[in-house]
């Protein structure tokens, strides 16, 4: 057996190594006059004043267009607000609404050499692509191509394929349900299930645990639940003040009626503390809204260990009840909801022996908080009837996310928090039309009575072998088993792990495609070939032969509503999603299923779905009431679990936490309050107190010093995992109160960090939120401790 050559390190080298930043400290209230400050510099700046009032005034609207940014849900038509728009949402609405264009004179003037020293704000502040343009094999330039000729050249590639599994179709979350459904129907026809998706990335681990316990991997709340309802809602491992603002509006209102809110975060985060309301006095000239009554620190990856901790101390005070041989304590009601738990769930005295078992010592170190704390928290789950726990990225980013949220769902199981008004788990997607694009099939592993369906309407066998995943695509394409990457919207080798082996990955592609609206990383990082094709945005009009059509949405609450876009498509040569994947559909198998008709019409699409998808009976009529329709969900309807058994399941998760030996931290990435996913709008975090730079990492004080390193320092993040190490480079230390042992800094930046095979058991989600680092000066010379990787050639 020959060995292996070392290899050095894989390092993630900075674009700008030497921004200059101002760091002044973490803010206690967000939103306010600030936040209106920033939205309108962000909308002048991209679109001018006429064209702001005009796009902005039907955002989020009954008869207006989706948020491109995250999937919060909306209020009932009658109680929106005229403007009903968040910071972030503005941002978003202006960055696609811009009136820069970038045409076939930009990339004449720019190589793609060129245009690969720059960062990912720079290319996508450049405006929007504008027509469709070609990388031709050993070319330096894109060059514009015709659209004909586009389609031809990907339906040839892919005809030309010895085996169907060697393409692979990429989905991002802002994709709409009929260009989703399209696209899913284009892949399976061609014979392959690879369709992987942002999902893959973000709550895969919640859909995974959620249909284990509950039958449905989706939430099962709605706006009202979280307005006008629960007595408690614990918000953990998110932070709405920036990643879900419009959330803030209904936490307030919760908040005014009497509600209370638990927070349990690593970081200290605005959007916890006041919150300063924009659309009332109070907000406005006042002291705002104070909105969590407890802020938990718990330890990045603690979370399991807190809810095991929780669970705990609700089982001991329902054993100290009177009567019961640990009576020692004075409660008069059960803490435990039997009637609930005997009727509808499984499993419970197997859970309840394990959290009697339980150490409280080691869930103190786990959890990063004291035996104390979590009583104090089970005291308040306890005065509250109906408890609402939300939850992002911060839970579903770590090795063992799965057995995190199946312990939230035994938490909720304990008192009966699910079907019923005001209670019940909330995973908050992050991504418009993420949570829809899954409805409408695009997985990997669909289930055989969706292929079933799909085959009955379209009269032809859909391939039943599970397809490839993120990860896996991944693995693929660097292991030389893929020729054609398609992505629909997204920016993949920016928001993947293990940054340089996945540039390199496509780069061993013969063809790269990508659908989208602005020019990004991944359009550098190409095949031997590549495609730019130019879509419409979703605050434009879409014409087609029938006329302008809409498009549809599913939030994270399951409601499905239409999105019609007002302002003229920033250029004639611009496409519609649905027309793009059509027209390819239709060049690759000719009419044979109807793409021009779905093309032209897309309520022919929406007729297909009806009769594909489980809950879309009378779709068109549905969709078109002002607000649109809710999906079913059995455990929430009617308290009906489509698990093996029809119970609910308790499981059993034994407590664990990624494991820091001496001298090394727990990093967890964030984002910052200008950026939405991989889309950076600008250099600061007016929340975190960091001006003009991106390159920071969050420390706590007392690990600087044992580090022997100073705030305003320049150091390099290392990662340790098991097949070598990686390295960013040129970070500025800043002090932070984050729990001891832990940090954080800013993704994609750190995504280099993240081993390709350091993922979630069972959802395969890439650990991003619990990263094993050393932090070193910046220009230290390399340890030497363990093996070193670098990428594959190209």
């Known amino acids: 057996m020959t060995e292996k050559p070392e290899r050095p390190e894989k390092t993630g080298k900075p674009i700008h190594p030497t921004e200059p930043v101002k760091v002044t400290g973490p803010k206690r209230s967000s ?45 009932a038509p009658e109680h929106r607000k005229t403007a009903e728009l968040c910071e972030n949402g503005v941002k978003a609405v202006a960055w696609e609404a811009t009136r820069k264009r970038v045409g076939a004179a930009f990339f004449a003037e720019h190589s793609v050499a060129d245009l690969r020293e720059r960062d990912g704000h720079w290319l996508e502040s450049q405006g929007r692509l504008t027509r469709p343009m070609r990388l031709a094999p050993g070319a330096t330039h894109y060059t514009p191509i015709a659209w004909e000729e586009a389609l031809a050249l990907v339906a040839d590639r892919l005809r030309g394929l010895a085996d169907p599994d060697r393409a692979v179709f990429y989905t991002s979350g802002r994709t709409s349900n009929e260009a989703a459904f399209l696209y899913q129907l284009l892949a399976r026809r061609l014979g392959t299930n690879n369709l992987p998706d942002c999902s893959n990335m973000c709550h895969e681990s919640s859909g995974a645990a959620l249909t284990e316990t509950l039958g449905v991997g989706k939430g099962l709340i709605a706006y ?128 309840a022996a394990a959290w009697r078992a339980l150490d409280w010592r080691r869930i103190e170190t786990m959890a990063g908080l004291s035996r104390r704390t979590i009583e104090d928290c089970a005291a308040d789950v306890l005065a509250a009837d109906r408890v609402v726990v939300c939850w992002a990225m911060g839970l579903t980013q770590h090795r063992n996310a799965v057995a995190t949220i199946r312990e939230i769902v035994n ?54 072998a599970h397809g490839l995943d993120t990860v896996d695509s991944i693995k693929a394409m660097r292991d030389g088993r893929v020729d054609v990457f398609m992505g629909l919207g997204g920016n993949f080798a920016a928001a993947t792990p293990d940054t340089e082996v996945t540039e390199a990955a496509l780069a061993h592609c013969a063809l790269t495609v990508h659908i989208a609206t602005k020019l990004n990383r991944s359009h550098l990082c190409h095949g031997t070939e ?80 009806e009769h594909v ?48 030996p001496p001298g090394h931290l727990l990093l967890t990435t964030v984002r910052s309050h200008d950026q939405f996913n991989t889309t950076v709008y600008g250099l600061d975090d007016r929340y975190r107190g960091i001006e003009g730079g991106r390159r920071v990492v969050f420390l706590n004080g007392d690990d600087l010093r044992d580090l022997r390193l100073r705030d305003g320092d320049q150091v390099d993040l290392v990662s340790v995992s098991p097949d070598g190490e990686r390295r960013a480079r040129g970070f500025r230390a800043v002090r932070y109160p984050t729990p001891r042992g832990c940090a954080a800094a800013y993704y994609p930046e750190t995504n280099v960090l993240v081993a390709l095979d350091s993922t979630a058991e069972t959802s395969n989600t890439p650990a991003t939120k619990s990263i094993l680092i050393r932090v070193e000066p910046s220009g230290a010379e390399p340890t030497g401790a363990g093996p070193r990787l670098t990428p594959r050639s190209a």
């Open 31 to 75: 939103v306010g006059v600030p936040s209106i400050v920033a939205s309108a510099r962000h909308s002048l700046a991209e679109m001018g004043p006429g064209r702001s009032l005009r796009t902005l005034r039907s955002l989020n609207q009954a008869d207006g267009f989706d948020c491109p940014s995250c999937a919060w849900g909306d209020p």
């Open 224 to 351: 009202d639940d979280i307005a006008d309802h629960a007595d408690l809602i614990v918000v953990v491992g998110q932070n709405p003040g920036t990643c879900h603002p419009r959330m803030l509006t209904a936490l307030e209102q919760a908040k005014r009626r009497g509600a209370r809110i638990i927070a349990a975060n690593p970081l200290p985060e605005a959007g916890f503390g006041r919150f300063h309301n924009p659309q009332t006095p109070r907000g406005l000239l006042g002291r705002g809204t104070r909105l969590a009554d407890r802020w938990l620190p718990v330890r990045v990856n603690g979370d399991l260990a807190l809810f095991a901790g929780l669970n705990k101390a609700l089982l001991a005070r329902e054993d100290a009840r009177p009567g019961s041989a640990l009576d020692h304590d004075v409660i008069d009601h059960d803490v435990i909801d039997h009637d609930f738990v005997d009727r509808y769930c499984e499993g419970f005295e197997a859970a």
């Open 411 to 464: 938490f909720l199981l304990l008192r009966g928090n699910v079907g019923r008004p005001g209670a019940g788990p909330a995973p908050i997607r992050g991504h418009s039309n993420v949570q829809g694009d899954r409805t409408m099939g695009i997985w990997e592993k669909m289930p055989d009575a969706f292929l079933d369906r799909l085959r009955d309407e379209f009269g032809f066998e859909p391939p039943r």
């Open 530 to 609: 590549a495609l730019l094709l130019p879509c419409l945005g979703r605050t434009e009009r879409d014409p087609q032969a029938s006329g302008e059509q809409f498009v549809t949405v599913e939030d994270t609450m399951a409601m499905v509503h239409a999105s019609q876009g007002r302002l003229l498509p920033g250029s004639p040569d611009l496409r519609s999603e649905v027309a793009i994947i059509a027209g390819l559909g239709q060049e690759l198998f000719g009419e044979g299923l109807g793409w021009r008709a779905m093309r032209d019409d897309y309520a022919v699409i929406r007729r297909h779905i």
């Open 613 to 660: 998808v489980p809950g879309f009976h009378a779709f068109e009529q549905r969709v078109r009431q002002p607000g649109g329709f809710v999906l079913p969900r059995p455990p929430r309807d009617s308290r009906t679990f489509p698990t093996p058994t029809g119970k609910a399941r308790f499981t059993v998760n034994p407590p664990t936490a990624a494991e820091v």
